[in-house]
């Protein structure tokens, strides 16, 4: 709540917000085995072949470059196949596990009581905003169902209630919601950059340089020590920089 306070409150840097209008930020969104567990909780594969689409766990379609003059798909370079190890290891090949998603939600769950954060029989109470109605019947409902199947059997002491949101018009899940950071879990959509996948990772970064960051989470211009390159570690930030238009970076940060 804090952070959020910092980014969109009244004087936030990237929207401001009258205090009236805060959004109560769910702790469980900030639990690392709890967001986990939506993830490895959805079945990409029968969702969307349940409704004539291609599933995937990529950031990027197959159609996405990272050497278009001699046709290398940036989902095929051994960089992205080690950066999504750990979210396919254990997978159906396309990050769904209903097992490790019940063990996240149980250890999310023990981690939230035991900080106190939750008692037990608490309800945990998550929205989805969509663009449409025809979003929520076609994904949100059949997404609600894979996290409350892996969630309500986990055998964790809490409850989940998850509630879908739509808006009078398709751009208000933008407007509304994304931009303003009133939302739990938004769906947007961006395309373009075919050519050039390494700008179109700039909605990553936390700094919102590119005026649509699609994850609040962690300082992206911090070096963490999760990003290892030439010799030593550097920021997200720095990196992106360095490889989208080059950079002066001091010890790993742009």
Same mark, same amino acid.
């Given at each position: 709540?804090?952070?959020?306070?910092?980014?969109?409150?009244?004087?936030?840097?990237?929207?401001?917000?009258?205090?009236? $209008?805060?959004?109560?930020?769910?702790?469980?969104?900030? !639990?690392?085995?709890?967001?986990?567990?939506? =993830?490895?909780?959805?079945?990409?594969?029968?969702?969307?072949?349940?409704?004539?689409?291609?599933?995937?766990?990529?950031?990027?379609? =197959?159609?996405?470059?990272? /050497?278009?003059? !001699?046709?290398?798909?940036? !989902? =095929?370079?051994?960089?992205?196949?080690?950066?999504?190890?750990?979210?396919?290891?254990?997978? /159906?090949?396309?990050?769904?596990?209903?097992?490790?998603?019940?063990?996240?939600?149980?250890?999310?769950?023990?981690?939230?009581?035991?900080?106190?954060?939750?008692?037990?029989?608490?309800?945990?109470?998550?929205?989805?905003?969509?663009?449409?109605?025809?979003?929520?019947?076609?994904?949100?409902?059949?997404?609600? $169902?894979?996290?409350?199947?892996?969630?309500?059997?986990?055998?964790?002491?809490?409850?989940?209630?998850?509630?879908?949101?739509?808006?009078?018009?398709?751009?208000?899940?933008?407007?509304?919601?994304?931009?303003?950071?009133?939302?739990?879990?938004?769906?947007?959509?961006?395309?373009?950059?075919?050519?050039?996948?390494?700008?179109?990772?700039?909605?990553?970064?936390?700094?919102? =340089?590119?005026?649509?960051?699609?994850?609040?989470?962690?300082?992206?211009?911090?070096?963490?020590?999760?990003?290892?390159?030439?010799?030593?570690?550097?920021?997200? $930030?720095?990196?992106?920089?360095?490889? /989208?238009?080059?950079?002066?970076?001091?010890?790993?940060?742009?």
């Amino acid at each position: 709540q804090e952070e959020w306070i910092e980014l969109f409150g009244e004087e936030g840097t990237v929207a401001q917000t009258p205090e009236a $209008d805060y959004w109560e930020c769910e702790p469980a969104m900030a !639990n690392k085995n709890f967001v986990s567990g939506l =993830s490895f909780a959805l079945d990409r594969k029968t969702l969307a072949e349940s409704i004539g689409f291609t599933p995937s766990a990529n950031y990027f379609g =197959s159609g996405y470059m990272i /050497d278009p003059e !001699n046709g290398i798909a940036y !989902n =095929s370079t051994e960089a992205h196949k080690n950066a999504m190890k750990d979210m396919l290891e254990g997978t /159906d090949g396309y990050g769904y596990s209903l097992e490790k998603a019940k063990a996240c939600f149980k250890k999310a769950c023990d981690e939230l009581i035991c900080a106190g954060t939750y008692q037990p029989g608490d309800t945990i109470e998550i929205e989805f905003a969509w663009q449409t109605q025809s979003d929520i019947e076609y994904f949100g409902d059949p997404l609600k $169902d894979f996290i409350l199947d892996a969630f309500d059997n986990c055998g964790g002491a809490l409850k989940l209630k998850i509630k879908n949101w739509v808006g009078a018009k398709w751009e208000l899940v933008y407007y509304d919601k994304m931009m303003v950071g009133q939302f739990d879990i938004g769906f947007g959509s961006i395309e373009g950059n075919t050519y050039d996948p390494l700008n179109f990772l700039e909605v990553l970064k936390s700094d919102n =340089s590119s005026q649509f960051t699609l994850n609040w989470g962690v300082d992206t211009n911090k070096v963490d020590g999760t990003l290892f390159y030439d010799g030593q570690y550097w920021s997200f $930030d720095a990196l992106w920089a360095a490889a /989208d238009r080059g950079t002066f970076a001091i010890d790993g940060q742009a």
